[in-house]
């Protein structure tokens, strides 16, 4: 493979009346590095030098052949000129990558050439490796030190376990320094992390209320201050307080002329996000208008404000939340789809408590160090005590219908009822009672309502009600046939030889007619 350099003359540095070393002359004399063929761009004002160098490379390296180019440059200073006039010559070169090795000189020429010879290789304009030459720090090195840059920065250990260190930092952050060991979770964090670094587009959150969606929004805020991203504040509200006919004027402001009354004038929500960020929680609560209206100020920057005959322009990067599926919200009407379409371009599910148990143990220490500052005091849990409580909140059977707020709930009961700071095993056995009754209330309401969803206008049996009933929500919180199959038969499997729970569950809704399909209305196994 032969080594090829392409670089300028120096028309400072190769005449060497600073000092003897001359980097394109030097440039071929280093034993270790040879250099087949140099390529030296000049400016016709400056051929006699050319020519000199091309001379005194023949003395110390006879073995390298050396190209003269002539670009001329009018100022080689112009970045415009300097770019386009050695996009032209990378264009035009013809590159051979199977038999040469092509290599970038740095030193010499302008700032802007420089940078210009960055942009062009970073980009694989021209496939090359940059080279820095300096001259000799003593008589170990007479042609001067070398050094060869690859810009693929996975070859730099260093640099790599940096740009990890901060990959894992910012992930962190966006999981609100939770260790969490749930794959879904990580793998969100990494991906979210990457699009809030690189992209303004509008964020939409999926997920269950108390899935963390709020909280997540504050981080993507704060990363993207820390991205220097954004400079503004976070504004955030719930659209379904947004009621009636006042809701355009608190988005979008209103000026006095809409009332006339002193005193109605408002900048609204998306002037104070301006140059921030806009999180809108619940936004299929916003009437149609509003939606429309919203949607126009995604698309152009612009809007008017309620009662106004002048454009205001603003810029806020959006997030936007919704507990249900956005698809399912589009057909009944809830959410626009031409605002869903600016939507989905960037989507993210928080997963719900009961898909990841996994980091159930690190979410409850954290809430109640959360507690212990509120109390001001500290508060641990005694071994046996913290064992009963993680096999209860960790088992299948527990189905965490608030998501996190549950879980905050319960860790500030127990850390308020410590008042020796220490939660005992009876005091665990209280609190999974409370939760269990708490859950049990909550799901009773809704056990005739999804029956008639399922099996309209069919009777059944107070035995088959009641069991039915878990079972399809056991499908519906589950991501899985399979999954489901897991949490309700948890025990009994146990003494199974064939673990087919799947099968089971597959077999025991056939009875009433029923599928996974049915069941959960739009998933599939």
């Known amino acids: 493979m032969r080594n090829v350099v392409i670089g300028f003359l120096g028309t400072q540095l190769d005449m060497g009346k600073r000092r003897e070393w001359r980097p394109s002359v030097q440039l071929c004399a280093h034993p270790d590095f040879p250099i087949d063929r140099l390529e030296l761009i000049y400016d016709q004002r400056h051929y006699h030098l050319a020519c000199t160098v091309m001379a005194a490379i023949s003395k110390v390296s006879p073995d390298t052949e050396v190209r003269l180019v002539q670009i001329n440059m009018t100022d080689p200073w112009d970045f415009q000129e300097v770019y386009g006039k050695l996009y032209?010559?990378?264009?035009?070169?013809?590159?051979?990558?199977?038999?040469?090795?092509?290599?970038?000189?740095?030193?010499?020429?302008?700032?802007?050439?420089?940078?210009?010879?960055?942009?062009?290789?970073?980009?694989?304009?021209?496939?090359?490796?940059?080279?820095?030459?300096?001259?000799?720090?003593?008589?170990?090195?007479?042609?001067?030190?070398?050094?060869?840059?690859?810009?693929?920065?996975?070859?730099?250990?260093?640099?790599?376990?940096?740009?990890?260190?901060?990959?894992?930092?910012?992930?962190?952050?966006?999981?609100?320094?939770?260790?969490?060991?749930?794959?879904k979770m990580q793998a969100l964090a990494e991906r979210l992390d990457l699009v809030t670094s690189a992209s303004d587009a509008p964020i939409l959150l999926l997920g269950e209320p108390g899935t963390g969606k709020s909280a997540l929004a504050a981080r993507i805020h704060e990363l993207k201050l820390v991205r220097r991203r954004i400079k503004g504040r976070l504004v955030q509200i719930n659209c379904a307080t947004l009621g009636g006919e006042g809701a355009l004027a608190v988005l979008f402001?209103?000026?006095?002329?809409?009332?006339g009354l002193a005193g109605s004038e408002r900048a609204g929500l998306l002037r104070e996000a301006d140059g921030g960020v806009l999180f809108l929680d619940q936004i299929d609560a916003l009437g149609p208008a509003e939606q429309a209206a919203l949607l126009q100020v995604i698309e152009t920057g612009r809007y008017y404000p309620v009662g106004s005959d002048s454009e205001v322009t603003t810029r806020f990067h959006l997030i936007a939340s919704a507990s249900a599926?956005?698809?399912?919200?589009?057909?009944?009407?809830?959410?626009?789809?031409?605002?869903?379409?600016?939507?989905?371009?960037?989507?993210?599910?928080?997963?719900?408590?009961?898909?990841?148990?996994?980091?159930?143990?690190?979410?409850?220490?954290?809430?109640?160090?959360e507690s212990e500052r509120q109390l001001g005091r500290k508060t641990g849990f005694n071994a046996d005590a913290l064992a009963r409580y993680l096999r209860f909140a960790e088992d299948p059977s527990s189905p965490w219908t608030g998501n996190l707020r549950d879980l905050q709930a319960s860790a500030h009961r127990m850390a308020v009822l410590a008042e020796r700071g220490r939660i005992t095993l009876p005091m665990v056995e209280a609190e999974i009672a409370t939760l269990r009754s708490q859950w049990d209330a909550a799901t009773s309401d809704r056990d005739a309502a999804l029956l008639r969803a399922v099996l309209p206008g069919i009777e059944l049996d107070e035995f088959d009600r009641a069991q039915l009933t878990t079972v399809l929500r056991a499908c519906r919180e589950c991501p899985t046939l399979s999954a489901a199959g897991r949490r309700l038969f948890a025990v009994s499997r146990e003494g199974k030889a064939s673990q087919n729970d799947a099968d089971r569950l597959r077999k025991y809704l056939a009875r009433f007619d029923l599928d996974w399909a049915a069941v959960t209305g739009f998933r599939t196994d």
């Open 88 to 183: 032209d010559f990378a264009a035009d070169y013809g590159f051979d990558e199977d038999r040469e090795r092509y290599h970038i000189h740095l030193t010499t020429g302008t700032h802007v050439a420089q940078i210009c010879w960055f942009l062009l290789s970073e980009s694989r304009h021209i496939p090359a490796r940059l080279i820095q030459t300096g001259p000799p720090r003593d008589d170990s090195e007479p042609s001067g030190k070398l050094d060869v840059i690859d810009l693929e920065l996975a070859r730099y250990n260093a640099l790599q376990r940096r740009f990890e260190a901060a990959a894992r930092e910012h992930s962190a952050l966006l999981l609100g320094g939770v260790e969490t060991v749930s794959p």
């Open 253 to 259: 402001g209103q000026r006095r002329s809409a009332t």
């Open 325 to 369: 599926d956005p698809g399912a919200l589009v057909r009944s009407g809830q959410l626009r789809a031409d605002l869903h379409a600016r939507l989905s371009q960037w989507m993210f599910r928080l997963p719900p408590l009961r898909e990841r148990r996994e980091d159930i143990a690190a979410h409850l220490l954290d809430l109640l160090d």
